[in-house]
């Protein structure tokens, strides 16, 4: 557990036998075990175990936006011609039709745009007394909890 106290971040550490293992400070030292006999883990829980790994790029809805938002409006009408749907993802039919939508409708544009590029910073303001009931409470962040 780390606390914060009097403006430094301390380490309490819970069993003896971890305190010989650590510096004053809280970190590791230099060539330290925490688990010697390597109990626990995936070792003893293998049902956890991703044996299919990350999913591969070509199964990714992301993946696909982002590749046919990069390509020029020449490979991209090519695109279709070129692939069966039999050989094609999921993802990649989706993603395909959606930036097809997106080059004549502005709301899909906005949608695809906001999920490939990151949604643009928007600020509001304001005013009257339209929202009642609400208190603001401001904390120091440097007071011990």
């Known amino acids: 557990m780390i606390r914060k106290k009097g403006g430094k971040m301390e380490q309490n550490n819970p069993t003896s036998n971890q305190d010989s293992l650590r510096n004053p ?3 590791l030292k230099q060539g330290a075990v925490l688990n ?3 109990k626990g883990g995936l070792q003893e829980r293998p049902e956890d175990i991703n044996r299919d790994g ?7 809805f992301g993946y696909w936006l982002q590749f046919f938002k990069n390509l020029t409006s020449k490979e991209f009408k090519e695109y279709a011609l070129t692939r069966s749907e039999d050989e094609m993802y999921v993802a ?3 993603a395909y039709e959606r930036v097809k939508a997106s080059r004549k409708d502005l709301g899909e544009y906005k949608d695809l745009a906001d999920r490939t590029e990151g949604r643009a910073l ?3 303001k304001h005013e009257g007394d339209l929202i009642t009931g609400i208190k603001v409470e401001i904390v120091n962040g440097t007071d011990e909890v």
């Open 92 to 94: 990649e039919i989706i």
């Open 25 to 27: 400070d809280g970190t």
């Open 36 to 38: 010697p006999e390597g």
């Open 122 to 124: 928007q600020t509001m």
């Open 54 to 60: 990350r999913p591969k790029n070509e199964q990714r």
